[in-house]
């Protein structure tokens, strides 16, 4: 979502990585590559798929009898069987049973996102227009968890879930986005949160995650799959020279290990988040992204409840654009699928054996912003691709709508404390009210510029 600090600097530095050699995690190859192919001393080019070769620390370049990256069309490598010594002792009787943790389970739809959607299609005056609006309440999103006292709201929807399981035979599938780490959003201010590092922040946040597992113990015929912490690890691949996510990098990583442990011994499918194609997509953030999702993943004990990445949450990339929007500036991964055949290879080379969902609630029109690093209230979006798992890649497990669309990304009025100057650019809906509330002039633009229509 919010990469334009760390898109400057990398659009700065593309010059040097074309003119002379090139420096370490800088590009060296691959189709349509034009700049140089070798790389500067104690670093060595490595060929990480056909499109790609980056100069690789020569410390951290694995030998040559262990690389495992899998062609971008090769299926990824298994998780562990059910029943394994590596699952989690709280496994409920659905372990890890599948590659693809959608298979075989209804989603079941979120009734908080079902409420507002329906109060907004009633205020919608066109009858044509209002019919499609009510329409986009029977198509699941993940249901956020932004602050600790929704917590208890997952109870219910899990009461409700199993209550669906029992009179249909039906399995369903609660999705969820953790998000409630102390110092949110360091980055950028429209999201900032309830907790503070300063204030106690870890000890609240596992309180928050434990209020989470709570209930997803009680009913363990469901499943669960949930979206990790948007923004945050991206946030250390990219923003560490923000004050705020530097101060914040222990204890995020503290924090999202507490969460990924927990709730995988209560057996909940994760994703986290790995922001999107123009933010770690640059070809000089692509391995030192997955080297920190892979430190991530082994440090929470290599469980396999942790599927992967999720990536363009909240954001308006195409899975697969028709052709590079111009604010792509360049980037070989201009386009998710792009950035995700680039980032897996590395992220299994790294240990990781990673497959990934990829958000599209809000991606169905494309060439709308100024600058690829633009992520608030974008005008003229619409509705996109409906989650499926018809996902034409084997490294995707799912397209789905995690953003709510409709929900706001931040407000317009610049005298909120969580006021942030990206929600008042040019091609940003304004007025826009506080992020995470109801945005009904962006809901019904959604609805009328759906592709594919509604
Ligand atoms: C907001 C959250 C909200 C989420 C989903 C975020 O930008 O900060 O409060 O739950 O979007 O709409």
């Given at each position: 979502?919010?990469?334009?600090?760390?898109?400057?600097?990398?659009?700065?530095?593309?010059?040097?990585?074309?003119?002379?050699?090139?420096?370490?995690?800088?590009?060296?190859?691959?189709?349509?590559?034009?700049?140089?192919?070798?790389?500067?001393?104690?670093?060595?080019?490595?060929?990480?798929?056909?499109?790609?070769?980056?100069?690789?620390?020569?410390?951290?370049?694995?030998?040559?009898?262990?690389?495992?990256?899998?062609?971008?069309?090769?299926?990824?490598?298994?998780?562990?069987?059910?029943?394994?010594?590596?699952?989690?002792?709280?496994?409920?009787?659905?372990?890890?049973?599948?590659?693809?943790?959608?298979?075989?389970?209804?989603?079941?739809?979120?009734?908080?996102?079902?409420?507002?959607?329906?109060?907004?299609?009633?205020?919608?005056?066109?009858?044509?227009?209002?019919?499609?609006?009510?329409?986009?309440?029977?198509?699941?999103?993940?249901?956020?968890?932004?602050?600790?006292?929704?917590?208890?709201?997952?109870?219910?929807?899990?009461?409700?879930?199993?209550?669906?399981?029992?009179?249909?035979g039906q399995k369903q599938l609660v999705q969820i986005v953790v998000?409630?780490?102390?110092?949110?959003?360091?980055?950028?201010?429209?999201?900032?949160?309830?907790?503070?590092?300063?204030?106690?922040?870890?000890?609240?946040?596992?309180?928050?995650?434990?209020?989470?597992?709570?209930?997803?113990t009680k009913y363990p015929d469901v499943r669960v799959v949930a979206?990790?912490?948007?923004?945050?690890?991206?946030?250390?691949?990219?923003?560490?020279?923000?004050?705020?996510?530097?101060?914040?990098?222990?204890?995020?990583?503290?924090?999202?290990?507490?969460?990924?442990?927990?709730?995988?011994?209560?057996?909940?499918?994760?994703?986290?988040?790995?922001?999107?194609?123009?933010?770690?997509?640059?070809?000089?953030?692509?391995?030192?992204?997955?080297?920190?999702?892979?430190?991530?993943?082994?440090?929470?004990?290599?469980?396999?409840?942790?599927?992967?990445?999720?990536?363009?949450?909240?954001?308006?990339?195409?899975?697969?654009?028709?052709?590079?929007?111009?604010?792509?500036?360049?980037?070989?991964?201009?386009?998710?699928?792009?950035?995700?055949?680039?980032?897996?290879?590395?992220?299994?080379?790294?240990?990781?054996?990673?497959?990934?969902?990829?958000?599209?609630?809000?991606?169905?029109?494309?060439?709308?912003?100024?600058?690829?690093?633009d992520w608030c209230n974008i005008k003229g979006a619409g509705y996109?691709?409906?989650?499926?798992?018809?996902?034409?890649?084997?490294?995707?497990?799912?397209?789905?709508?995690?953003?709510?669309?409709?929900?706001?990304?931040?407000?317009?009025?610049?005298?909120?404390?969580?006021?942030?100057?990206?929600?008042?650019?040019?091609?940003?809906?304004?007025?826009?009210?506080?992020?995470?509330?109801?945005?009904?002039?962006?809901?019904?633009?959604?609805?009328?510029?759906?592709?594919?229509?509604?």
């Amino acid at each position: 979502m919010k990469s334009s600090a760390a898109l400057y600097s990398l659009l700065a530095i593309l010059p040097a990585l074309i003119n002379a050699q090139s420096p370490v995690w800088g590009q060296c190859g691959g189709i349509g590559w034009s700049g140089s192919t070798s790389c500067v001393s104690g670093s060595v080019c490595t060929e990480l798929n056909d499109y790609y070769s980056q100069c690789i620390p020569s410390s951290a370049a694995p030998p040559a009898s262990t690389s495992q990256a899998p062609s971008p069309s090769s299926t990824p490598p298994t998780t562990s069987a059910p029943g394994t010594s590596s699952a989690p002792s709280s496994t409920p009787t659905s372990g890890p049973t599948a590659d693809n943790p959608w298979t075989g389970y209804q989603v079941y739809l979120s009734p908080y996102y079902a409420n507002e959607v329906k109060a907004g299609a009633a205020a919608i005056s066109d009858a044509t227009l209002a019919a499609k609006a009510a329409s986009v309440a029977n198509i699941p999103t993940f249901t956020w968890f932004d602050t600790i006292n929704k917590t208890g709201d997952l109870g219910t929807y899990l009461a409700d879930a199993q209550s669906i399981q029992q009179s249909t035979g039906q399995k369903q599938l609660v999705q969820i986005v953790v998000y409630d780490l102390p110092d949110r959003d360091c980055a950028a201010k429209a999201s900032n949160g309830e907790f503070s590092i300063a204030d106690n922040g870890q000890a609240n946040y596992e309180n928050y995650i434990d209020q989470l597992v709570a209930q997803i113990t009680k009913y363990p015929d469901v499943r669960v799959v949930a979206v990790i912490e948007p923004d945050s690890l991206a946030n250390l691949v990219t923003n560490l020279n923000v004050q705020k996510c530097a101060n914040a990098q222990t204890t995020y990583l503290a924090c999202v290990n507490y969460a990924l442990k927990q709730l995988s011994a209560a057996g909940v499918y994760s994703y986290m988040d790995a922001g999107h194609a123009g933010w770690l997509g640059w070809p000089a953030n692509l391995t030192p992204a997955a080297q920190l999702f892979a430190q991530v993943y082994k440090n929470a004990g290599s469980s396999p409840f942790i599927k992967g990445l999720a990536t363009n949450v909240a954001n308006y990339n195409a899975l697969s654009a028709a052709s590079p929007d111009p604010i792509t500036q360049g980037n070989p991964n201009y386009d998710e699928i792009h950035y995700i055949n680039a980032l897996g290879p590395v992220l299994a080379q790294q240990g990781f054996p990673a497959t990934f969902i990829v958000d599209q609630g809000r991606s169905g029109q494309q060439n709308l912003r100024q600058q690829w690093g633009d992520w608030c209230n974008i005008k003229g979006a619409g509705y996109g691709t409906r989650p499926t798992t018809n996902t034409g890649s084997s490294l995707i497990d799912s397209i789905v709508w995690v953003k709510p669309g409709g929900e706001c990304d931040g407000t317009s009025n610049s005298s909120s404390p969580r006021y942030d100057s990206t929600c008042s650019l040019s091609d940003a809906d304004q007025p826009a009210p506080e992020a995470g509330t109801w945005f009904q002039e962006y809901f019904q633009t959604l609805v009328s510029k759906a592709n594919p229509p509604l």
